[in-house]
């Protein structure tokens, strides 16, 4: 099987040292993380971390047995992206010029971003979607000038009423 990407999620106690130990195991085997999404769940004990990273299905295999061997992870699973709704949020602070701020407002509105912040010079936006329509607008506002990006990484939930 041919790599692709592979998405984890996870319980963690909710303490310091957690993040590096999780981080740790990822780089000691050699696997990169693509991105990395952690907040603390209702239960303030607990966050709730998403990985994602690219690999075939032992790679996968590997990581949930491994990350399942450390003491501070409740319970990890892979959520397969065919049953995933995945969402990454992102800010994006574009260049603006006194003939492109029309059609630059329009693009915005157009791909369903929301102006956060501007002034006479720049416009920030909030963009929240899957990331391959994240990747679509950030190639639609080169056009205009990018001046900085923020990718929080994305996060995933299984469909339906299946929960980690």
Do not use: W
């Amino acid at each position: 099987m041919s790599d692709h990407k592979i998405i984890i999620g996870a319980i963690v106690n909710n303490q310091f040292g957690v993040l590096m130990r999780i981080t740790e195991l990822f780089t000691k085997r050699c696997y990169n993380i693509d991105s990395l999404e952690v907040g603390v769940t209702d239960d303030p004990a607990y966050s709730r971390m998403t990985i994602v990273a690219t690999g075939d299905a032992s790679v996968e295999e590997q990581i949930i047995k491994q990350l399942s061997k450390l003491h501070d992870v409740r319970h990890a699973a892979i959520i397969p992206t065919e049953r995933a709704s995945v969402r990454e949020h992102m800010l994006i602070k574009l260049k603006v010029a006194p003939n492109t701020n029309a059609a630059l407002t329009a693009m915005i509105n157009a791909r369903g971003a929301k102006v956060i912040d501007f002034s006479a010079e720049t416009i920030t936006a909030e963009v929240t979607g899957e990331v391959e329509s994240n990747d679509g607008f950030i190639e639609c506002a080169r056009e205009f000038g990018i001046l900085e990006i923020c990718r929080a990484g994305a996060q995933a939930l299984h469909r339906g009423t299946e929960c980690l």
